[in-house]
């Protein structure tokens, strides 16, 4: 039986605790919006970026890139996006469960953004190629660097085909793990549909002016097509960094939850103990007190 | 009033510029292109470099990285990974970005193809924002 001190020690210790968790709950909520704004104001770019598609594959007619190229290897690469923390819910492990069960054989090298992801690759013993840090906000650089990784990986022909594995955020409360094929790009209809089943997919206007190009359609898609990758990779950081967020806000709030259930207990318990205390007293008291007037 | 074109400048970050101008210089991947209202539509490569725009009479800079613009008679889209408005610069940055560069170019003699041309759109682009912030403050 612990004793009131003891308890009122431990209802202190448990209120520092929510008063924690409820600010990191407050911090990931506004890390989430964050995340969420720098994804709408790419929407932009992919618009003129699903034009620009639209017109040069209408033109391109038969083109060939080694980009779109099949290979039917069995070497593969899987570029993990995890987060770098804890405390964020089950994505995580939901993430490194999926891929283990349908992803990740002998012959795939990873690529980890994300510590999380590293340290599970390395605990496991996968084939770690390169870790890759992204901030919070993640910036267009950092996308860069990682599908650089990805592209020389598969032009140098080690890895015949790229997948990204990453926590697709659907809503605050639903955060779904996916994996989405990188490399090659799935022959030229995958290019057409413009930025794949990303929310903000456009309809391609096709291929009504007569458009000049220079040097040509083909050399135009070619060098578009690293810039595709590069800012698919980047939504799909952004994405994961709203999935991120929006789980540790859960998280952080059924933490809070719990710790005021438990203060509301041991409040009760202490009390309790107190009323008894002062019940014993009492009849101390009034026991003296008649073994006097006798 | 002149015709003038919708130029829109768009990063995978942010739309940089959105004005209506009367013409464009672009850094086109067969050299500079200057554009003016009815060009023929257009889909070229840009190279790092700097934009200039002439609006309301007076000439404005713009330095943009490698990336791709769309032109038709009335408007000039440019996509690009980075792009800066004078005011946005830092030129110590810049500066410091390109003397990276130029040292990475000139230590190691066995980069690729590819590391050595992204290497030399790096320099292009911090050189542009140097020179366009220069020109703004001059």
Sequence with gaps: MPSTREIRRRIVSVKKT???????????????????QAALAGRPYAELMNRVLGEVVSHAGDFDHPFMKARGGENRALILVTTDKGMCGSINSNLLRKVTNEFVTDH??????GRKGAQHTARVGWNLAAEFPYSDTPVFSEARAIARM?????????????????TNFVNTLTQKPEVQTLLPITEIKGVQAGV??????????GGTAEFLFEPS???????LLPHYINFQVHQILLEAKASEFSSKMVAMKNATDNANDLIKDLTLEFNKMRQAAITNELLEITTAQMALGN | MAETLKLEIVTPESK???????????????????IYPNHVPLMTQVQAGEIIVKRGGNEE???????????????VAILTDNAANSDDIDEATAEEARTKAEQRLAESGDISEEEARALNQA???SEAQIKAKRRKRS
Excluded: W
């Design chain 2, 61 to 75: 800079i713009v330095a943009i990285g490698e990336g791709f613009a769309e032109v038709t008679g009335d408007h």
């Design chain 1, 18 to 36: 929510a008063q924690i968790t409820s600010a990191m709950e407050k911090v990931a909520q506004a890390k989430m919006a964050r995340a969420q």
């Design chain 2, 16 to 34: 940089i510029y959105s004005e209506d101008v009367e013409m464009v210089t672009l850094p086109g991947s067969e050299g500079e292109a200057g």
């Design chain 1, 196 to 205: 794949e089943g990303e929310e903000m997919a456009t309809e391609l206007p």
């Design chain 2, 123 to 125: 320099i292009l682009y």
């Design chain 1, 150 to 166: 990805a592209v020389e990986l598969f032009e140098n022909a080690e890895v015949d085909h790229v997948d990204i594995a990453f």
């Design chain 1, 217 to 223: 359609a083909g050399g135009v898609l070619g060098a």
């Design chain 1, 108 to 113: 795939t090298r990873v690529i980890a953004a």
